[in-house]
Structure formats: structure tokens, C-alpha cells
């Protein structure tokens, strides 16, 4: 499983990328998908939707169960991935690539901070 150093993570095994112009974009981490199996439907909130950090602002169906997407940190979305409409699957095959969720506007960036590097994360799914 790989785990790119350029992004932070969540102990509910979300991925952050900070885009650098105020907006980051959100996944699940390989691990997750792993652990769901064969994602077949992914359900988000709409564009415009405003969130605090922790907030659900989606659901990931598998084959054999539904997992919910928390917000890494306080945001509004601003783009969702509509491809994952009818192919969930890429959240298997790419899910730092592809199979990315969200873009978000960033209410708080120091939020960014708290969360985990790629070697902390490993850490706590070892």
C-alpha cells in the first residue's frame, strides 16, 4: 500500500491534499479502500455544502457495507468528483489519483497542522 508524503491524514482514514491556492482535495487512503472491498456507489454532499471539521459529508458503499466520509478539517465543497458516479470503482484502482472525492475551499488552514504525515498514519495501521 502506498502512501504519498505529500498528503495528511485522518484516523478515519482520510486523505488531504492542499492545493496551494486555498482549496484541497479529499480521498480515502488505500488503506480504506482495502478495507471496504468493491466500492460500488459513493454519495456526497453537493457543491456549496459548508462543513466543520469532522462533519460527514459522504457516504462510500462497498459490496458489503457502508462507510461514511468525515471532513479532515472545516471547508465548503466546491467540486465533486462526478466521474465516481459511474465508476465508484476508481476509488479502488486510484484513490489519490482518480478516485478523489472532493475539492473543498479551506475555511481553516491551520487545521492542516493537526493532521497526520504519511509516516504517523502508517504507524497507526500497522
Do not use: C
Request: no cysteine; proline share 4%.
Amino acid at each position: 500500500m502506498e502512501y504519498p508524503e505529500d498528503l495528511k491524514y485522518t484516523r478515519e482514514h482520510e486523505w488531504i491534499r492542499d492545493n496551494g491556492d486555498g482549496t484541497a482535495t479529499i480521498g480515502i487512503t488505500d488503506f480504506a479502500q482495502s478495507e471496504l472491498g468493491d466500492i460500488v456507489f459513493v454519495e456526497l454532499e453537493p457543491e456549496g455544502f459548508e462543513f466543520e471539521q469532522e462533519d460527514v459529508i459522504g457516504t462510500v458503499e462497498a459490496v458489503k457495507t457502508v462507510s461514511e466520509l468525515y471532513a479532515p478539517i472545516d471547508g465548503k465543497i466546491v467540486e465533486i468528483n462526478e466521474t465516481l458516479e459511474d465508476e465508484p470503482e476508481l476509488v479502488n484502482d486510484d484513490p489519490y489519483g482518480d478516485g478523489w472525492m472532493l475539492k473543498i475551499e479551506v475555511s481553516n488552514a491551520t487545521q492542516l497542522e493537526d493532521l497526520m504525515s504519511a509516516e504517523a498514519y502508517r504507524k497507526i495501521i500497522l
